[in-house]
């Protein structure tokens, strides 16, 4: 770590009273020490993080981070407070805080780098020389690693001891592997990692861990694995290639559980094993028994949590075919206008000088696009619940659903029946000589065998009918039904701005497309002028009362035009993150009216994206701009009224982030 941290880095009466004040001191040190080219840019990086999930530890230790353009360097900067800092660990304030700075293209050094500050964290020795040093220089130094803990020389603890003499006797110890990963990677991946370890240690268990952080991981050696007595995952994104786990106990958790109560785990994993619970892990487990509430990842989360899980890992793979399939029908609409879906195959029939022919090619390759829809849709869902085995089933559902008439509801629950009855065949115990070809070959022929049966004799046929009532619904809606749906897809477009909600409206939006009727077009342009209004809210504001934000604010502002312009509603998020309270309500209400009035103006959309760059494929289009505007001044006039009264508010209480100054910033929280 010799250039991540300087004496210059280092602030040993950190009087700062709350994160955002100590963030704020701690990144002033690295722009000083042009490690950080935009402070506020960089904090807001900080925010949105933090955001996420809270960074406090227990132990009094804080650990802000995050990866930004706005770092030149990979960075450190330490502060220490007498008074304590909230983070959000359960055992109270952090005294010790360390701000890293990892630049947006880290490579693996820098990682590797950051990662031993995260480990030596848990060693006890080493956090009492940092609350008792005096010096700045010294500290920094400690923090670098000049200057060895006395943890490296201390004698075997009794456990340790007893471990050495039950290996020398012959008799092997416990066995774990393990794997820690967090949505950064950058410290509570190797933190969870080295409090497994130590604890292991501790107990006399053998624990190996495999980090699995954003820049990459070294898989376990498969010999490790399959000696191995249980399995932990400590985990906050998802664990790759599950099925080498296959067939061991699982304590599935959170990363923090992993940091902050590692001889908990071993002992659960203890009392797994004992107790022979084997198919605790499968192929790609879906579910598990953990019931930890430290923030772990959807697989051991409550049903909806995984269901949305499930949902949105079919939805995004979809996605690229709806917006490449759909942009190129609807251009193809733009040249030949609507009848060119009826025209002969290009394959038989092309003239190169002719503009229906090229307007034909594309509505002909858009629609070819669009019909993986459904099927990578079911494809995916599965996927997300079992991994590669049920890719097959999947796909094979997705397209009975289509010959059923079954559409994007049947690829659905196609996906979702894929999905259980791989994970059902996975927790059949098998010899170990057929493991190796159940994945390639059992698996998918059976599962595809169930799913077919299912989708053609079961369900497929009440799900068509579902469809075809859902498509008869949408195309009668009319009225107050109209208007009301309306300020639904505008609520949910606006309030996570690209997260699960907003992924779920415009899912249910573009899935009307794949068999376009007039209500499931009017839906479609509904959702995309909803989604470009919180942008274009925040631009419009950042220009009319420039002194309500900082200096990034109002550069992001200008960059908002464009891509609220665009259908790019995350374009917001940075405003979001600084200040949810008062922005996202807004937007909200904005998108809500324009939902409304697009729903009741009667505009259609036949492109599944593109702004108002497809403005000439809209049906009443000036009312559908109208609509946008409409929403767009309402949202930006909350937000102005909001960030204005707190502005205004006595005793200063108001005034973080509202002047407009280069050092201000608004507060995460109110």
């Known amino acids: 770590m010799s250039e991540l941290i300087t004496a210059e880095l280092v602030d040993l009466d950190l009087s700062a009273a709350t994160k955002d004040a100590a963030a704020r001191s701690l990144a002033e040190r ?36 995050c990866r930004s353009e706005h770092v030149s360097a990979p960075t450190l900067a330490f502060g220490r ?24 293209g880290a490579d693996d050094d820098h990682l590797t780098i950051l990662s031993g500050l995260a480990r030596r964290l848990m060693d006890p ?40 003499a039950s290996e020398a006797a012959g008799s092997a110890p416990f066995r774990i592997v393990a794997v820690t990963s967090c949505p950064t990677g950058i410290a509570h991946t190797y933190m969870a990692a080295e409090s497994l370890a130590a604890a292991g240690r501790a107990e006399g268990v053998e624990v ?19 000696a191995a007595d249980a399995v932990i995952w400590a985990h906050d994104v998802e664990v790759r290639e599950k099925a080498r786990f296959r067939g061991k106990p699982l304590v599935d958790v959170g990363v923090k559980a992993g940091i902050n109560r590692p001889a908990e785990l071993i002992a659960e994993a203890r009392r797994k094993a004992e107790r022979g619970e084997i198919a605790a892990v499968s192929e790609a487990d879906g579910s598990t028994d953990s019931g930890d509430g430290d923030g772990s990842g959807a697989d051991h989360a409550h049903f909806g949590v995984r269901l949305r899980t499930y949902l949105m890992s079919g939805v995004s793979y979809m996605v690229p075919f709806v917006a490449a399939g759909g942009l190129l029908i609807a251009l193809s609409f733009a040249i030949g206008g609507y009848e060119i879906a009826s025209a002969k195959s290009v394959a038989d029939h092309f003239v190169w000088g002719e503009a229906d022919s090229w307007a034909a090619l594309l509505n002909q390759i858009g ?36 010959t059923v008439n079954a559409g994007f509801l049947g690829g659905l629950v196609a996906g979702l029946l894929a999905g259980a009855v791989v994970m059902a065949i996975q927790r059949v115990p098998v010899h170990a000589t057929l493991r190796g070809i159940m994945p390639v070959l059992v698996i998918p022929l059976i599962a595809s065998a169930v799913v077919g049966f299912l989708m053609f004799i079961v369900v497929g046929k009440p799900i068509a009918s579902l469809q075809s009532a859902l498509t008869d619904w949408l195309n009668g809606l009319s009225g107050s039904n109209a208007v009301i749906l309306g300020v639904v897809l505008g609520l949910m477009m606006c309030f996570d701005m690209g997260g699960p909600l907003n992924k779920v409206a415009y899912a249910f939006a573009v899935g009307g ?48 035009w464009v891509l609220g312009a665009s259908f790019i509603t995350e374009g917001a998020i940075p405003f979001a993150a600084a200040d949810p309270l008062r922005v996202i309500p807004s937007v909200m209400a904005g998108g809500a009216v324009t939902g409304a009035l697009s729903m009741a103006f009667g505009a259609t959309l036949r492109a599944p994206h593109g702004g108002v760059f497809v403005v000439p494929l809209i049906g009443e289009p000036f009312l559908y701009l109208l609509a946008i505007a409409a929403g767009t001044l309402v949202a930006t006039a909350l937000v102005v009224l909001l960030k204005g009264a707190r502005r205004a508010a006595p005793d200063g209480a108001g005034e973080a982030g509202a002047t407009g100054s280069d050092d201000s910033r608004v507060t995460v929280a109110a």
């Open 208 to 226: 190996t861990v495999e980090t699995q952080g954003s820049a990459g991981f070294k898989k376990l050696d498969p010999s490790v694995v399959a």
């Open 513 to 560: 497309l794949a068999d376009p009727t007039d209500g499931s077009l009017k839906v479609m342009a509904a959702v995309m002028a909803a989604g470009m209004v919180p942008p274009l809210a925040l631009a419009l504001a950042t220009t009319v009362r420039k002194k309500l934000f900082t200096k990034t604010e109002r550069e992001n502002g200008r960059a908002a």
């Open 125 to 164: 020795e080493f956090t009492a020389a940092l609350r008792a040093g005096t010096d700045p220089a010294a500290v920094a130094a400690l923090i670098r690693g000049e200057e060895p803990t006395a943890q490296a020389e201390a004698p075997a603890t009794e456990a340790e001891a007893e471990a050495g």
């Open 81 to 104: 407070s007498a008074a304590g800092i909230d983070f959000g660990a359960a055992d109270g304030p952090a005294d010790l805080i360390f701000l890293i700075a990892a630049p947006a």
């Open 367 to 402: 629609s070819a696009a669009f019909a993986f829809l459904v099927p990578v849709l079911a494809g995916y869902i599965a996927y997300g619940m079992a991994d590669r085995p049920a890719l097959v089933p999947g796909f094979v559902g997705g397209a009975i659903a289509l």
């Open 30 to 65: 690295m722009v000083a020490a042009h490690r950080v080219t935009d402070l506020d840019g960089f904090l807001a990086d900080v925010a949105a993080r933090e955001a996420q999930m809270p960074t406090g530890l227990d132990g009094g230790i804080g650990i802000p981070h």
